[in-house]
């Protein structure tokens, strides 16, 4: 590999002299700047940014590796739509990121199309074309935690020596600057536990200091002891959620996959909210096609359950629920199923709707009901481990529709798509 020598760039006196020194004057101030900043998204804007600047090129972008499904998935790109592009995974098998990834090593094309480790999906995804691409590894130590590429050289001049030593050093420093914007990600969210488990705690105190004075009346100790129960079971419900998300969040959560039908699944987790629902004369309707998928069952039943949940808590009396299983338009799209829960509730402003997949954000309008402000956050990260994605549609007064992808099974099912199903009547309020 003579012109790969990425330990030391080519010194040979010359006039391109002056450009390296300047370029590594360039790259000092940058990797200064990465350490400046414990914010995840903005510390990846900056360095797709800079990668583009020390090496002249169109485009860059950084793939870090998801421990849950093995795969590379994009964070962050220069200039094209990185929305678009965090929903295509990358494999580790037929892609130069993931070769880069699994060998450690740099590695440059310059000429993409005839590559055959090249993974054209991205390109037709986005309508992009790549010409010529140089990735290298991200690593702390010896691990590799994602692959910076740089893309279409100005002018497509040939990739150079100098080019991978510049693009190697950047991405040795971005790594330990990702790794501590994460190690900051986790200690924020311990801070915020701490904080959330405190109302719940000072209640129980208060309940307790009473409780202990013996000149209580006998209808308070009662109505204490059912604040202390609720109180604990809200403590019990946050440390299943705080552990599930800290899971998800630090790639703890590994997926464990299996073919299933998701109408069977909506059928079974309506089953479960049954009764709640009917309680209030809230009719859940179940339709759709039995389309089968592959993907972490328990999970995804956990994903339904929160959003069937949030639909009875904020629907109205009376209301209506409807639960669709359907295919996507894109029939190329990775993610090709679609699940929608709709309900006929008060809505979400357009200014709530942009928070309600935060870590503890609930509406405050909303606050009476019980609930740790958590159930979205985990619903969004199961699915988006998955690589697909969930969001929400909502009118205020009319209702709100979440809804979220998933992949479409290999084989597809024998049976004849059923009828759709009614599953809860509402209560007949003359009974
Ligand atoms: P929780 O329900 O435990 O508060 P979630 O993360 O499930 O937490 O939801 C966050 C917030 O989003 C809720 O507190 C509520 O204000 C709002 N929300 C969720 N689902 C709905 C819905 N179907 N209709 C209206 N508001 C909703």
Known sequence: MTDRDVSRPNSTPSADDQHLVARYEHLLEITRQLNSTLDLGTLLNRIVRAATELVNTEQASILLLDPATGELRFEAASNLSGSAMTA????MEGSLAGWVATHGEPEMVNDARSDSRWFANVDKTIKFTTRNLLAVPMKIKNEVIGVLEVINKNDDEKWTGDDIYTLTTLASQAAIAVQNARLFQQSDFIAEIVHELRTPLAALRASTA???RANIPELRR???????????????AMTTDFLDLARLESGRARLETSEFSVLELVQECVGLIREQAGERGIEIVVRGEDRRTEADRT????????LLTNAIKYNRDQGTIYCTVDRRDDLTAPCGLVVLIQDTGHGISPENQKHVFEKFYRVAATASQTGTG????????????HGCEMGLTSELNVGTTFYFTLPIAHAQPRREPPASAVFSRPKDPSQ
Do not use: Q, Y
């Not at 604040?227 to 604990?232: G, I, L, S, V």
């Open 222 to 236: 009662a109505e204490m002891l059912r604040t202390m129960h609720e109180e604990t079971e809200r403590l019990t």
């Open 299 to 306: 999970k995804i039943k956990r994903v339904l359950l929160n």
């Open 210 to 212: 009473l409780l202990m």
């Open 374 to 385: 958590l159930g979205l956050s985990i619903a969004r990260r199961i699915i988006e481990a």
């Open 88 to 91: 295509i995974p990358v494999p």
